[in-house]
């Protein structure tokens, strides 16, 4: 299964050209810079899409700064046995490229493909309330999903209005995921609320 203005006066950003008071529509984390690689102003990229390098069919991307967002272009990329690195458009320097570290990678959700029916991306299921088929009790709302390797898994915090404030782990499988229903805002799950 495949794995979010006001107007202001316009600044420039420091790297680039692209005015501080841009913003993406719609905007999606997808990844995010961790480090700065070598002296050259290369970072290093942890990509939440399904495959790594997918992240790169999504340019431009925006990353949410102290000063707001900031759109970036990526002039070379490559993917090594240690993960993705990048070096964005005009950062020839470590320091610099550092400033861009520790901060999410955004898109606009408008550049994802069309998914087949029964198909959703990450970010259509987070916020979903989660309903079990047992005694239909709410259990609470998608937080988060993990990739555990055998299959995604659901993070499902309880809120005021669920059984109880307890975080449940449920595996986004057919056994348990009964029906996904965007338009409702919710989550048919087979999941003992005891558990």
Same mark, same amino acid.
């Given at each position: 299964? /495949? ?7 316009? $600044?420039?950003? /420091? ?10 529509? *719609?905007?999606?984390?997808?990844? @995010? ?16 899409? $399904?495959?790594? +390098?997918?992240?790169?069919?999504? /340019? ?10 900031? +759109? ?5 990329? @490559?993917?090594? &046995? ?11 320097? @470590? ?8 901060? &999410? ?10 998914? +087949? ?18 005694? *239909? ?5 998608? *937080?988060?999903?993990? $990739?555990?390797?055998? &299959? ?11 059984? *109880?404030? $307890?975080?449940?782990?449920? /595996?986004?499988? +057919? ?21």
């Amino acid at each position: 299964m /495949p794995g979010f203005s006001k107007h202001r006066p316009t $600044e420039m950003n /420091p790297v680039g050209s692209v005015p501080v008071d841009s913003v993406p529509v *719609d905007p999606v984390i997808v990844g @995010r810079i961790t480090t700065v690689h070598g002296i050259k102003g290369w970072v290093k990229v942890h990509s939440f899409t $399904e495959l790594a +390098e997918d992240i790169f069919r999504y /340019p431009p991307w925006w990353l949410k700064t102290p000063e707001g967002w900031r +759109e970036i272009e990526i002039d070379q990329c @490559r993917a090594t &046995n240690k993960g993705l690195l990048v070096h964005i458009d005009g950062v020839d320097d @470590r320091e610099v490229a550092r400033q861009y570290c520790q901060l &999410n990678i955004v898109v606009e959700k408008s550049q994802f493909p069309e998914l +087949e029916q029964g198909e959703y991306y990450w970010h259509q299921l987070e916020g979903l309330t989660v309903i079990t088929c047992q005694g *239909d009790t709410r259990l609470g709302v998608v *937080d988060s999903l993990m $990739e555990t390797g055998a &299959n995604d898994v659901l993070v499902v915090k309880g809120d005021k209005e669920s059984l *109880d404030r $307890e975080e449940r782990l449920i /595996p986004y499988t +057919e056994q348990f995921v009964l029906r996904v229903d965007l338009d409702a805002g919710k989550i048919d799950v087979d999941w003992d609320p005891e558990f």
